[in-house]
């Protein structure tokens, strides 16, 4: 299959060994590997922001953008959004705890750097997406999707908001979308591409 009939257009929301705290990663699960696989035409790193901001940021950012990908991170929560927006990203996949009545307005906060702000995996952090503004970014997870009814949980919102497919891949083997696409397809729900291609990364947002 060549780089034009791949049917993944976009995926920002991949784990590499910079998430070092997150055990389901794998040391070859490396940000060279990820540009090397080229399993989607648009690619984003969004490591867990906890394990890499304070001290190692500059290596992150500097490693991501030598392989031509997009540098996102994954921000758990309004406390983990305060530190964030002080750094510059391309996007954010944002947990929004459903039992964490602050995260809704740590959302908020991140919309403001004029960043496009990704719900990530609303179930499976107890995401109350009725609290969501319409029109917000939300993701459907390849994987955590299939462990609830999906159709019960995101037909009511199929309208609501943008939808964003992506593999929450943290080994190499996890590179796909293959649940998340099928979902979005029995679901009637199109991608929305955030960024585009072959463009500069200063200009690729058409968010």
């Given at each position: ?11 920002l929301h991949i784990h590499t060994i910079f998430s ?188």
């Amino acid at each position: 299959m060549n780089k034009d009939e791949r049917p993944v257009t976009q995926d920002l929301h991949i784990h590499t060994i910079f998430s070092d705290g997150d055990s389901a990663v794998v040391p070859q699960q490396t940000i060279e590997l990820v540009a090397f696989a080229k399993h989607a035409d648009n690619v984003g790193i969004s490591d867990h922001s906890e394990c890499f901001l304070a001290e190692r940021y500059e290596e992150y950012y500097a490693a991501v953008k030598k392989a031509d990908l997009y540098c996102g991170v994954e921000v758990n929560g309004f406390r983990r959004a305060e530190a964030a927006v002080k750094y510059e990203f391309d996007y954010f996949i944002y947990h929004c705890n459903g039992n964490e009545p602050r995260d809704y307005a740590g959302f908020e906060q991140l919309l403001k750097t004029g960043k496009p702000v990704i719900i990530a995996h609303p179930y499976a952090v107890g995401t109350d997406l009725n609290l969501i503004p319409a029109g917000s970014l939300v993701e459907i997870n390849n994987r955590y999707v299939w462990r609830y009814d999906w159709k019960k949980e995101l037909g009511p919102f199929i309208d609501r908001f943008r939808w964003v497919f992506g593999s929450d891949a943290h080994q190499p083997n996890w590179l796909n979308q293959s649940i998340a696409r099928r979902v979005g397809e029995e679901l009637g729900v199109e991608e929305t591409v955030l960024f585009t291609k072959n463009v500069s990364r200063e200009k690729a947002l058409i968010f």
